[in-house]
C-alpha cells in the first residue's frame, strides 16, 4: 500500500510512504509452495541413496542443486506488487482515496472526504488514518515540513485531529 500526498494540483511535489500488507493470493501460495518444493529437490539430489562419486556427476549434480535452490528462494521471495491499492490523500481537494493499477491507469476503489474520515493520530511524525468505521486506512510520514503541515491543517480543519 502507498501513501500518496499532492500538495497542490499545480505543481509535481508528492511525499510517497510504502505500507507493506501481506496479502498471498492463489497465485502467491502456489509461487511458495512451489518454491519450497524446489529448495527440498535441490537437498534431495545430495541424498540420495547410492549415487555415483565420480567427479563429472559431482560438479553436475552442484550445479542443478545450485539452480534449484536459487529458483526456489526466489519463487519464494516473489511479492506481487503491481495490484498494491495505493492512499492517494489531495488536502486541496480535501479527499482520501484509494486506488488500483488496472492495466497502464488506477482505478478509484473508495473515495472518502477529509470530513467523513474517522479520528486521526499524530505518532511523532506519522499521522495515522482511520475511516469512519475504524478501519486503519493508511499511516502518513511526510519528510517535507510543508507537505505534513498542509495535511495536519487539513485535519485540524475538518476536526479529525
Known amino acids: 500500500m502507498t501513501a500518496t500526498f499532492d500538495a497542490m494540483t499545480d505543481t509535481g511535489q508528492q511525499g510517497t510512504t510504502r505500507?507493506?500488507?501481506?496479502?498471498?493470493?492463489?497465485?502467491?501460495?502456489?509461487?511458495?509452495?512451489?518454491?519450497?518444493?524446489?529448495?527440498?529437490?535441490?537437498?534431495?539430489?545430495?541424498?540420495?541413496?547410492?549415487?555415483?562419486?565420480?567427479?563429472?556427476?559431482?560438479?553436475?549434480?552442484?550445479?542443478?542443486?545450485?539452480?534449484?535452490?536459487?529458483?526456489?528462494?526466489?519463487?519464494?521471495q516473489d511479492k506481487p506488487r503491481m495490484h498494491e491499492p495505493e492512499v492517494q490523500i489531495d488536502t486541496v481537494r480535501?479527499?482520501?482515496?484509494?486506488?488500483?493499477?488496472?492495466?497502464?491507469?488506477?482505478?478509484?476503489?473508495?473515495?472518502?472526504?477529509?470530513?467523513?474520515?474517522?479520528?486521526?493520530?499524530?505518532?511523532?511524525?506519522?499521522?495515522r488514518l482511520t475511516a469512519a468505521n475504524g478501519e486503519f486506512l493508511a499511516a502518513v510520514s511526510l519528510p517535507d515540513p510543508e507537505m505534513w503541515s498542509s495535511l495536519h491543517d487539513a485535519l485540524q480543519d475538518a476536526g479529525k485531529l
Open 19 to 76: 505500507l507493506r500488507g501481506f496479502f498471498l493470493g492463489a497465485r502467491g501460495i502456489a509461487s511458495r509452495a512451489t518454491g519450497g518444493l524446489l529448495v527440498l529437490a535441490s537437498f534431495g539430489l545430495w541424498l540420495e541413496p547410492g549415487s555415483q562419486t565420480a567427479m563429472d556427476l559431482v560438479l553436475m549434480k552442484l550445479g542443478v542443486s545450485l539452480f534449484l535452490g536459487f529458483a526456489g528462494l526466489t519463487l519464494m
Open 94 to 127: 480535501r479527499e482520501v482515496r484509494i486506488t488500483r493499477p488496472d492495466g497502464g491507469r488506477r482505478s478509484i476503489i473508495r473515495r472518502i472526504a477529509i470530513r467523513d474520515l474517522g479520528r486521526a493520530e499524530v505518532v511523532g511524525d506519522v499521522i
